[in-house]
């Protein structure tokens, strides 16, 4: 069995497991979140708990078990508490501000870049620009938000200027050495 695959989601108060067929829709006071369940995994609700169990032993079978698992336990947590990522902007001059339902970062190009969130993700701007929250009760797509604005001016290597998530190392080259 899956380590991860064979232990019980519990459901937390105010929230709603709904299963029909190969649909699992978890609903909470943060939203609501449907999965899709590959053929072989069966999702049952017992008590206050899901249990995810598998049809065989395939290779396919034992990912999907543990996958799935996963994908449930993180939407039960999602439409319940959320989830956030913080992103740090760090360059002299590199900033970032809200204005009405943009973001807009000031990352040393000719232009500044208006970003605007997608439906279910929040943002705010935190420490004067060089800090970016971001909200969102879908793990998946916050984690997809995250990486497109770090994608707009990832770190660079020798002074790790640039917008890096908060718990990131970079690790940094030595600059030219001196001709001998």
């Given amino acids: ?10 459901i937390p108060k105010g929230v709603d497991v709904t ?24 999702v049952e609700k017992d008590n206050n708990q899901i249990l995810v169990k598998r049809s065989g032993d395939t290779i396919q079978l ?11 336990a ?16 760090v360059g ?3 900033r970032c501000e809200m204005k009405g339902k943009y973001l807009v970062l000031t990352l040393g190009y000719s232009h500044p870049i208006y ?15 060089a800090r970016i929250m971001v909200k969102s009760h879908d793990k998946q797509l916050l984690g997809a938000v995250a990486a497109e604005l770090r994608g707009f001016r990832p770190p660079e290597p020798y002074k790790g200027k640039g917008i890096r998530y908060t718990d990131e190392k970079i690790l940094q080259k030595e600059g030219k050495a001196k001709g001998k």
């Fill in 1 to 10: 069995m899956s380590r991860i695959g064979k232990l019980p989601i519990s």
């Fill in 74 to 89: 993180n939407h039960v947590k999602g439409v319940s508490e959320g989830f956030t990522r913080t992103l740090d902007i």
């Fill in 115 to 129: 970003y605007e969130f997608p439906q279910g993700v929040t943002g705010e701007v935190q420490e004067k620009g």
């Fill in 19 to 42: 299963i029909t067929g190969d649909q699992v829709q978890v609903k909470g006071k943060l939203g609501t979140l449907t999965e899709k369940i590959p053929a072989g995994i069966t």
């Fill in 92 to 94: 002299v001059g590199y």
């Fill in 62 to 72: 034992r990912a999907d078990h543990g996958r799935v698992r996963a994908v449930l």
